[in-house]
């Protein structure tokens, strides 16, 4: 069953105590006058001389100049400039955003740190053990930000719980979620309205990404109203449905969500609207993830089903509110190592993985959980790592949309920091492998770069970015970004000249 779910999670992931070595280190920063005011070899200059006509060779044959072009690579080790063009021009790096974000949590909390989710209860005894098989007051899940939680998890909760006696509970589940405060939707989230899983809002307790799939089978006859079902189960998800069933084999379901706004007593909620037909012969229709609006009352609503799912009574009632001092723990659950969460993050640029943790950064320090604090968490963390933040906007984790801006010069002052940090080879096997794996699977695949290069891609309309590390012929580690904006077509029509701007970085020592 877990390796059911594992390839479930790989699924979901392609559409997350330590002292900061940044304390302990002086500010690394890239130079930035030209190569020749470095007095380089004749060799170095021939090298540099050449690098400059391949990556201009690889500009000229498209219109992608007629956008902003915008590229550093440099050695990173030392800081020499290989090549440079308007390296400090701030550009809509989309999710090449990550790497601040992954950088950031790894210097916070260290590679080996887990988030913790808690479900309390009170009325047990001393030893904090049931008093006979009834919880005559709620059940507390307490969020601790886990990016990685799945229904998996909720059945193994409920099950201990069973196993602990517990037959029902009588006043429902209340859902912790203080630990976050304000809005759940992540800064420029708002700019479209899009059912998208890769939209989805943040909550301290989330589930399945706060994405859900929905499953279409036909009625029993023709004419009957098709049947649906959610995965993660639950009820909280209104539900409009047109389907209808018809003969045949064939399908033609469409399937939406649309947000119920908060009316009232009523909170913010879901709609989802199938409408469409299908044949009484047809295999089951599995629509695209489409995002949930409030993570509390959905994750409630799955753990419902998981606790029904082995047997314990409880009704249908969600509310949130924060834990009573005296409640005592009865299951504690553990994520996986931050290392696992930023692995995940930038190989497959999970975006909500990526807002969870920058929303975990704004909890630290007596912070108060906002989206304001974890902005500002993100900029001390630049700044003491000795980045110049002149004219960069980090507003949210993920690079989504329009609206953060970073120059290929603070990407790579970026990778030169991290390239010597505490935590460098975590942060390293979290970036995506040329030809080999993650996003870059099936990019730079030539035999000369395949699996020399560890970057992290970035795709929105008007922006490609391409930033990382690179190995060269005599073992020299470049650091390196290439970013274009607005170009005058769809941005990842680009990737290729990026990539072959990529490859002559990457052949600077043949």
Request: no cysteine; charged share 20%.
């Given at each position: 069953?877990?390796?059911?779910y594992?390839?479930?999670f ?9 002292v ?6 002086a ?26 006509a ?22 990173a ?6 090549y ?6 701030s550009?809509?790096?989309?999710s090449?955003t ?22 309390l ?7 904090g ?29 409920a ?12 006043g ?15 800064p ?14 943040i ?7 706060n ?22 189960a ?18 033609n ?34 629509s695209?993830?489409?995002r ?10 799955v ?8 047997g ?20 504690t ?17 999970n ?9 975990m ?5 007596g ?34 949309y ?11 002052e ?5 390239a ?13 492998i040329?030809?080999v ?12 770069v ?15 970015a ?18 274009f ?21 990457e052949?600077?020592?043949?």
């Amino acid at each position: 069953m877990k390796k059911i779910y594992y390839s479930y999670f790989i699924a979901l992931a392609l559409t997350a105590f330590s002292v900061p070595a940044s304390a302990q280190r002086a500010p690394v920063q890239v130079e930035k006058a030209a190569p020749q005011a470095t007095n380089p070899s004749a060799e170095l200059r021939q090298k540099n001389e050449r690098l400059k006509a391949a990556i201009e060779a690889a500009l000229a044959g498209s219109d992608v100049t007629q956008g902003k072009v915008g590229i550093l690579a440099v050695d990173a080790a030392t800081g020499q400039v290989l090549y440079a063009r308007d390296a400090d021009r701030s550009m809509s790096p989309a999710s090449n955003t990550k790497l601040i974000t992954v950088a950031a949590a790894l210097d916070e909390f260290g590679p080996a740190h887990t988030f913790q989710t808690e479900l309390l209860a009170e009325g047990l005894d001393a030893n904090g053990e049931l008093v006979g098989d009834t919880l005559k007051g709620p059940l507390y899940i307490k969020g601790g930000g886990n990016a990685f939680l799945l229904y998996e998890n909720f059945l193994d909760w409920a099950n201990d719980l069973r196993l602990q006696g517990v037959k029902k509970i009588g006043g429902g589940i209340v859902v912790d979620n203080t630990l976050f405060a304000g809005e759940d939707l992540p800064p420029l989230f708002d700019t479209k309205n899009e059912d998208a899983a890769y939209r989805a809002p943040i909550g301290a307790l989330s589930v399945n990404f706060n994405g859900v799939t929905v499953l279409v089978d036909p009625g029993e006859k023709a004419g009957d109203a098709a049947t649906y079902r959610f995965v993660p189960a639950n009820k909280h998800i209104q539900v409009v449905n047109r389907a209808t069933t018809t003969s045949g084999r064939r399908r033609n379901i469409q399937v939406s969500s649309e947000t119920i706004p908060a009316t009232g007593d009523a909170e913010i909620g879901t709609r989802i609207v199938i409408s469409g037909n299908i044949g009484l012969d047809a295999r089951t229709f599995q629509s695209r993830r489409k995002r949930i609006d409030n993570p509390a009352q959905f994750a409630g609503a799955v753990f419902i089903e998981a606790l029904r799912a082995v047997g314990i009574e409880v009704a249908q009632k969600v509310s949130t509110g924060k834990t009573p001092a005296g409640a005592k723990v009865m299951v504690t659950h553990a994520s996986q190592p931050l290392s696992y969460t930023a692995f995940a993050t930038n190989k497959w640029s999970n975006n909500f993985m990526s807002e969870m943790l920058l929303r975990m950064l704004g909890t630290t320090q007596g912070r108060a959980g906002t989206w304001a604090a974890s902005q500002a968490a993100v900029l001390e963390f630049l700044q003491k790592s000795g980045i110049d933040t002149t004219d960069m906007v980090v507003k949210n984790g993920s690079g989504l949309y329009d609206g953060n801006r970073t120059s290929p010069r603070q990407f790579v002052e970026l990778l030169r920091f991290m390239a010597t940090h505490q935590w460098a080879p975590e942060y390293r096997a979290s970036l995506a492998i040329s030809g080999v794996d993650g996003t870059l699977a099936r990019r730079l695949e030539d035999a000369s770069v395949r699996g020399k290069i560890r970057a992290k891609t970035g795709t929105l309309n008007e922006s490609a970015a391409l930033s990382g590390y690179m190995r060269t012929a005599t073992n020299r580690e470049i650091a390196f970004s290439i970013i274009f904006n607005d170009p005058p077509t769809f941005a990842w029509r680009y990737r290729p000249v990026q990539d072959r701007v990529a490859e002559a970085i990457e052949a600077f020592d043949d």
